[in-house]
Each structure stands twice: as structure tokens, then as C-alpha cells.
DNA sequence: CTTCTGACGAAAT
DNA sequence: CATTTCGCCAGAA
């Protein structure tokens, strides 16, 4: 749909990422055309007000977090998940990257399967 | 109305 | 590895 603000189509998005597994701003950016890593980020900081919404599973590209004021909160439901970090503080995407969102979601969306794995090719 | 300021990212330097 | 540039939203002052 295209009647909802892009924070919402974010939202959706996070909320299908499974636990044991994390998406960086910019996969979230890549499946909303328009829509900018950058402001991914917007979103999530105006996320305070949205239940259920797994915002520690969604990091940086480089894999860490990027959360003002001390990134303990995030660890630790991280590690609650089951994901692990790096010697240097790091997520893995080698191992926990998300795969992206449901067959539902891309045809709803109008987003080809080919176009799909192009986006996905291009993530961390 | 204008200005400032962030949960980003890729490329260039 | 550290900086800089640019893309260009939303709320506060």
C-alpha cells in the first residue's frame, strides 16, 4: 500500500525480522523505494510509541549498534536471542543476517522475485 | 517561517 | 582506521 507514511512500511518490516536474526537500516531502506537508510533511522527513533517492535535486531551496516547514550540495552536482548558478537563488539551478518521479508509482503508490495534477490545480492 | 539535529551508508580522501 | 560529503525526514525551539 502506499497510503501509510513510510515509518509504518519500516515498522512492518522490522517486525518480521525472526529472533536469532538482525537487518542493518540500509536493508530495511533497499525494500522501500524512496526511502533512505538515513531515515530508516528517523524511524526507529520515533519507535518509542510502537509495541512489539524488535528495534534491537535492526543495526548499522558494519554491524554494530548505533544507539545514543550506551548500546548495553541492545546487547543484552541481542544475547537474549541467541546472537553472539564479535571479539570486537561486532554482529555477524555472515551468520545472523536476516533473509528478508515474507512471499506475502514482496507481492503486496509489487516487488519481483528477480528484483528481489538483486536488492538482497547487494546486502551486507 | 527558519534552523538545528539526529538509531545510516557508500564512496572518496 | 578516521573524516567528509550528500541524500533530504520530522520534531523541537
Known sequence: MTTSTYQEQVY?????IPRGEVASYGMI??????VTARMVGYAM????????LPWHRVINSQGKMSIPGGTERQVAKLLDDGVSLTKSNRVSFKIYRWNG???DW???NSVEIADFMTIKAGWP
Open 45 to 52: 527513533a520515533a519507535s518509542v510509541n510502537e509495541p512489539d
Open 29 to 34: 531502506a533497499s525494500l522501500l523505494p524512496g
Open 12 to 16: 512492518t518490516l522490522v517486525k518480521m
Open 106 to 108: 514482496l507481492e503486496q
Open 101 to 103: 521479508p515474507s512471499q
